[in-house]
T-cell receptor
């Protein structure tokens, strides 16, 4: 089935560690996005990529990094510089609207 | 800065009631307005609206856009407990040659039996 796969579903890390969230799509979409969702905050854009080997910062990019080496893959690294990393992270791709993965819930203690 | 405001932020109704959710926006280079339903995980797409005054309908859900007054409403008739979710409104712009979505904070709907 075509879709977006995020892994893992739940992730626990100690403060000070970098962590990478996976996002893979087989929809052949060029554009991919990472959002962060906190309770009562809606979705906020972290990074997006319109095409392979190119990406732009969203509204809250500080403390995050991404890469787009393949069309299918858009991993997000949450670095130790991110002050409040505990959140629900959603990856999406665009093709006739935005298609979302099932999210990764990251908890940093 | 683009802005999307949803109201109310939360709502509790009884099964069978009709509800109206509101979304107002300020955005440059408007392209479309989208509604999503989010239960436990990924938001699921409901409607995309691009033209004023044309109602989109899917079962008990309907939505309409007013581009002059810059708002949209989402109606749910004969609500059921399965309608309990967070409903997200997002506005898409075409600034700088790329498409970006700005989301509202969502309306949390709780339908009680």
């Amino acid at each position: 089935d075509g879709g977006i796969t995020q892994s893992p579903k739940y992730l626990f890390r100690k403060e000070g560690q970098n962590v990478t969230l996976s996002c893979e799509q087989n929809l052949n979409h060029d554009a991919m996005y990472w959002y962060r969702q906190d309770p009562g905050q809606g979705l906020r854009l972290i990074y997006y990529s319109q095409i392979v080997n190119d990406f732009q910062k969203g509204d809250i990019a500080e403390g995050y990094s991404v890469s787009r080496e393949k069309k299918e893959s858009f991993p997000l690294t949450v670095t130790s510089a991110q002050k409040n990393p505990t959140a629900f992270y959603l990856c999406a791709s665009r093709g006739g609207g935005l298609h979302f993965g099932n999210g990764t819930r990251l908890t940093v203690t | 800065e683009d802005k999307v405001v949803q109201s109310p932020l939360s709502l509790v109704v009884h099964e069978g009631d009709t509800v109206t959710l509101n979304c107002s926006y300020e955005v440059t280079n408007f392209r479309s307005l989208l509604w999503y339903k989010q239960e436990k995980k990924a938001p699921t797409f409901l409607f995309m609206l691009t033209s004023s005054g044309i109602e989109k309908k899917s079962g008990r859900l309907s939505s309409i856009l007013d581009k002059k007054e810059l708002f949209s409403i989402l109606n749910i008739t004969a609500t059921q407990t399965g309608d309990s979710a967070v409903y997200l409104c997002a506005v898409e712009n075409t600034g700088a040659g790329s498409y970006q979505l700005t989301f509202g904070k969502g309306t949390k709907l709780s339908v009680i039996p």
